[in-house]
């Protein structure tokens, strides 16, 4: 059974950090491109940030670009999103996934 759970969310001012971090089982993590994403309320799930299998490469989308970094430990099977200078269009539930699959969520609210 494929499990993903994320954590590490909270409540932040604007400009603070936060790392977010997913452990992941039940499929062979290290073969697996990973992605982070984010819902706000009433909306559907943005996908942010995409890292392959061994970590080699990586991408965020422009909002979060320079600020977010994602990365990944396959000996602990965890992938983790570092986010640095938050804004409140940041807020959201984050989910780490991949191909179609997102897992448990975490709330991330950035107070302005």
């Known amino acids: 059974e494929v499990q993903l759970q994320a954590s590490g969310g909270g409540l932040v001012h604007a400009g603070g950090s936060l790392r977010l971090s997913c452990v992941a089982s039940?499929?062979?993590?290290?073969?697996?491109?990973m992605k982070w994403g984010r819902q706000a309320p009433g909306k559907g799930i943005e996908r942010v940030a995409t890292?392959?299998?061994?970590?080699?490469?990586?991408h965020t989308i422009d909002s979060v670009q320079g600020r977010f970094t994602i990365s990944r430990d396959n000996d602990k099977n965890t992938l983790y999103l570092q986010m640095h200078s938050l804004k409140p269009e940041d807020s959201g539930v984050y989910f780490c996934?991949?191909?179609?699959?997102w897992g448990k969520g975490t709330l991330v609210t950035v107070s302005s």
């Open positions: 996934g991949f191909n179609d699959i």
């Open positions: 039940g499929f062979t993590f290290a073969r697996t491109a």
């Open positions: 890292i392959n299998g061994d970590g080699s490469w990586s």
